[in-house]
């Protein structure tokens, strides 16, 4: 009877031990944004689109999980003014195979397979691949299984192999762990870690697009993308994507790819027409974020860039846009809640502090 007694107190011990630190600990998410350029072209010193998800508790600043989306150029950069090194990564995730989106991967990678090639390996979640009624296929899988070639057949893969046996014979890409999936129009679930957990829905800009929602204790966050509507041009409702929406219904934070009105194909910008009508534009994003019910909302992936004089080739009506210009353009959509005109390194905390 003694001993049972002796048990039975040893576990009730060990559970409140176990129990104690989640009860301090309270739970936190940050968003930041790790680029904001708006496509291709390059402005005054901006990283190409990214949007860094952490996920933790006070304890730890909020950073047990992270999660990259998108990884544009200078991303690694905008990282390590975060004091996130490429290693730290766990999941990195594209919502399409666009290069503004996509070249600061290769970066990322062949540094963590310089330093950190005994793993763990990084997830990668993208759409599966994803034939276009215009006669190409799209894959994510192939751009990851030839991420490094550059470096393998300029030889430097082998050069370091020889120096430090221990790195993965591949190369960067045997680093990956790829996660497929098939976009469709309803959310699904494709990566979790813990309390966190992320889903993906289609949406139309490119094929194989797609727009992610992460959803912890702390709140949730949807990636948009370069998401804009089915209907590729006007006469159209709105230039923002249904999928999204239904996908950020209840979320804390909308973080979106975002065009100026001024582009407007007759505005006189130039912009060819489906470049612009493929994006959404800033003010149906404000509209879009007050049906949702999101408290956040943070422009990114700018067209044009603010103080920028000209989009990449392509002329700025009016000349360069403001803050306040963009601003003003969500708001005129109805959103009363936190806009965000996205800069590099601006960050969301939930809960804020
Ligand atoms: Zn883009």
Redesign the pocket.
């Known amino acids: 009877m003694k001993w049972l007694t002796f048990v039975l107190a040893l576990v009730a011990g060990t559970v409140l031990l176990a129990a104690a630190p989640v009860a301090q600990a309270a739970p936190c998410m940050i968003v930041t944004l790790t680029g904001t350029m ?3 072209p390059e402005f005054n010193g901006l990283a190409g ?1 990214g949007t860094l998800v952490r996920y933790g508790d006070d304890a730890n600043n909020c950073s047990a999980v992270k999660m990259q989306f998108d990884a ?1 150029r200078g991303t690694v950069m905008r990282l390590s003014q975060l004091n996130v090194p490429p290693a730290q990564v766990n999941a990195v995730f594209f919502t ?1 195979m ?1 290069s ?2 996509t070249d600061g991967f290769a970066d990322l990678m062949q540094l963590r397979w310089h330093f950190n090639s005994k793993g763990p390996k990084v997830d990668v979640v993208c759409s599966a691949d994803t034939a276009s009624i215009l006669g190409f296929t799209i894959s994510c899988q192939k751009f990851v299984a030839h991420l490094a070639d550059a470096y393998i057949h300029s030889g430097e893969i082998a050069q370091r192999l020889s120096e430090d046996k221990s790195r993965l014979a591949g190369g960067p890409a045997d680093l990956i762990h790829l996660v497929t999936f098939e976009a469709t129009n309803e959310p699904q679930v494709v990566w979790t870690s813990g309390d966190v957990k992320v889903s993906a829905i289609r949406s139309t ?1 490119m094929a194989g697009h797609a727009s992610y929602r992460v959803d912890t204790p702390a709140g949730s966050v949807v990636i948009g ?2 998401a804009g509507n089915d209907t590729l041009a006007p006469p159209r409702t709105s230039s923002t994507s249904d999928e999204v929406e239904k996908l950020a219904q209840g979320a804390d934070i909308i973080v979106h ?1 975002t065009i100026h009105p001024i582009m407007a194909p007759d505005k006189g910008s130039g912009m060819f027409p489906q470049g612009y009508y493929r ?1 959404s534009a800033a003010s149906d994003l404000g509209a879009m974020a007050k049906r949702a019910g999101a408290k956040h909302l943070m422009l990114t ?1 700018l067209i044009p860039p603010v103080g920028a004089e000209r989009q990449g080739p392509w002329k700025i009506p009016g000349g360069a846009l403001t803050e306040a210009d963009y601003r003003t353009a969500a708001q005129e959509g109805g959103f009363t809640g936190n806009i965000i005109v996205g800069t590099d390194l601006a960050s969301v905390r939930l809960p804020a502090k």
Do not use: E, N
């Open positions: 708006g496509g291709p689109p544009g399409h666009h503004d989106h800009h993308g370069d790819s994006q992936h």
